[in-house]
């Protein structure tokens, strides 16, 4: 019976998801792969709020502190280099050469707890994110969720804890100016909320602001003209998957990491797509 027990306590360490074989260290109990060497597609995590307060919001979109650490201790004990958006698309498009193991971080719309908690983090961790804000509420409050009643109030980042951020590297994106439903817009509307939002942050930054996200994920061949048309490099959306050399550079695929995940999940869903060829979409 002890045998047994210990044969099936061995079993339970072991995970086996797309040829990778993951294995407990005891010191930590971080799951270390040996099956993983090379990538070839580059996985955008995208996250939304890291916070400890349950007042925050349910875990769909709030991953607690202690859960994002633990995930960037998984990720750097792994051996994933933390890049930039900008590194994958120097890589695509200009043949730079990339880490074996690279991961990009992004936070959507801005909340003062990225500043808070999430950036000390990855501090830690050295490493680094693109954060994607709403450049019209600034220091405000994400009136575009409490208006229809999706999630309490949250207080969004002032500027002094975006120029704080920018100044260490950390790359601020556009989320444009109100967080609307782009593709329920007039094509006018939605220019002003593409391209104003970038002026008005290139303007407090100093510098140019290259990368969109389209918000709820909802974008159609109008607004992706009108991305390209703003100056902007690259756009995300929500849509799953990893990016390639030939992935659309304004239609950036990434993967949701939700506050529900446990860590055997949040493996799972870093590890479900094909690391040797095309995505597998769900």
Known sequence: MKKRFLAMALLAVLVLSGGAIWHYCHSDIIPIETGIKVMKGVPVLMYHKVNPDSGAGGFGLRVTPENFDWQMHYLKKNGYRSISLGDMLDSFQHKKALPKKPVIITFDDGYQDNYRYAYPILKKYNYTATIFVVAGLIGKTNEFDVKKHLQPENKMMDWSEIISLDNAGITIGSHTLTHPHLTGLSDAEARQEIMVSKKVLEAKLGRE????????????????????????????????????????????KRIRIMGKYNHEKFIEELHKWDYTGESKEL
């Open 209 to 252: 602001v290259q990368f969109f996200c389209y918000p709820y994920g909802e974008y159609n061949e109008s607004m992706v003209r009108l991305v390209k048309e703003a100056g902007y490099r690259a756009a995300t959306t929500t849509k799953q998957g990893l990016n390639y050399q030939n992935t659309d550079a304004y239609l950036l």
